[in-house]
């Protein structure tokens, strides 16, 4: 591979909201590193952002089209396969990207190979504002992992971990991995590419900011619906994945697989619970949840049995709005504890 490494951020598209869009785009053509391409693969919008996107003239960026459209994690797989570069960056149509985010990833990179994937700290933002950071995911020290390491460090992370955007994967590597995005998982497909491409190599993560990701959902205007079903259902697969790997499962062992089964099991539950009191679903549709978590992920405890009580008649209805209010309690608590950089 030769040095510095040409990158290319890859930006799969499909009716956006044009500022988030503008947003994103721009971002990753006011980067501070030089052998770069931008490659934003349009998925046959019907919207207004085409035409905006036809105006811009900027020489590293390349447009592409699927000749029908894809379901999205497909599309996610037919732009990274248009990439040139050594590396892909992979960034939402929505997100933002650090203006020396490339700069700071490809700094990390030692002069051998055995560095497979290179992301930094990512900042979760009010989706309606990128100025308005809510917290920081990772903030942990910067350096080089063995596979055996960083996958131990991520199965153990809580809440979760996040690497896209503002994280990159070598060309050949996403290449091994690309099958994790033929359409089996639908939404944790990120996830599932870090995991797998632990397999190849070693991961190098600083711990300064990169990226910033909205999260905003069905209720907010974003495209695809209620997701909560789908999400659980992913993330018994990214187990599987790792469970199914003699590598991977090496790695970790029994005993860390277990916990983290049961961690995801718990996390998710409440997910459902998260979602009924926050007007995302109905509690017959979080009930139904809690069934595929037993079924995907792992088994019914204590806590699965105290959910369930909260979704039943009548407390349901007496404990949204507590639960509703505790809820923006500690999403304020979050913003103190792990908002400062």
């Given at each position: 591979m030769i040095y510095p490494p040409l990158v290319s951020i890859v930006i799969p598209l499909?009716?956006?909201q044009l500022v988030y869009f503008q947003e994103a785009?721009?971002?990753?053509?006011?980067?501070?590193?030089a052998p770069l391409e931008v490659i934003v693969s349009d998925n046959h919008s019907t919207n207004e952002v085409p035409a905006w996107l036809a105006t811009q003239t900027d020489p590293r960026l390349r447009v592409v089209k699927p000749e029908r459209f894809l379901p999205m994690v497909e599309h996610f797989q037919f732009a990274a396969d248009q990439a040139q570069?050594?590396?892909?960056?992979?960034?939402?149509?929505?997100?933002?990207?650090?203006?020396?985010?490339?700069?700071?990833?490809?700094?990390?990179?030692?002069a051998n190979d055995r560095v497979v994937v290179a992301y930094g700290e990512l900042a979760s933002v009010d989706f309606r504002d990128l100025d308005?950071?809510?917290?920081?995911?990772?903030?942990?020290?910067?350096?080089?992992?063995?596979?055996?390491?960083?996958?131990?460090?991520?199965?153990?992370?809580?809440?979760?971990?996040a690497w896209i955007p503002?994280?990159?994967?070598?060309r050949d590597a996403y290449r091994y991995c690309?099958?994790?995005?033929?359409?089996?998982?639908t939404y944790g497909f990120d996830v599932a590419l870090l995991l797998k491409a632990h397999e190849l190599g070693q991961i190098a993560y600083v711990n300064k900011p990169t990226g910033k990701f909205r999260i905003w959902t069905a209720k907010e205007?974003?495209?695809?619906?209620?997701?909560?079903?789908?999400?659980?259902?992913?993330?018994?697969?990214?187990?599987?994945?790792?469970?199914?790997?003699t590598l991977l499962a090496g790695y970790v062992g029994d005993d860390a697989i277990a916990e983290w089964r049961q961690y995801q099991a718990r996390r998710w539950e409440l997910a459902a619970l998260i979602d009924y009191f926050t007007g995302g679903c109905t509690a017959s549709e979080a009930k139904d949840a809690l069934a595929i978590v037993t079924k995907q992920i792992g088994a019914p405890s204590a806590f699965t049995r105290f959910v369930t009580f909260l979704l039943s008649k009548p407390q349901a209805a007496l404990t949204r709005p507590l639960l509703n209010s505790m809820y923006g309690v500690y999403l304020r608590l979050q913003k103190v504890v792990k908002r400062p950089f």
């Open positions: 499909y009716n956006q785009l721009l971002s990753a053509l006011a980067q501070t590193y570069g050594d590396w892909i960056l992979y960034l939402c149509s929505d997100d933002y990207l650090y203006p020396d985010c490339v700069e700071t990833l490809v700094a990390q990179l030692p308005q950071i809510k917290f920081f995911y990772n903030r942990k020290p910067t350096g080089i992992r063995t596979a055996a390491e960083s996958l131990n460090e991520l199965i153990r992370q809580r809440p979760f971990f503002g994280g990159m994967i070598r690309r099958d994790v995005l033929d359409g089996h998982i205007g974003k495209l695809g619906g209620n997701r909560l079903i789908k999400n659980i259902i992913d993330a018994g697969q990214c187990i599987q994945l790792v469970t199914e790997s």
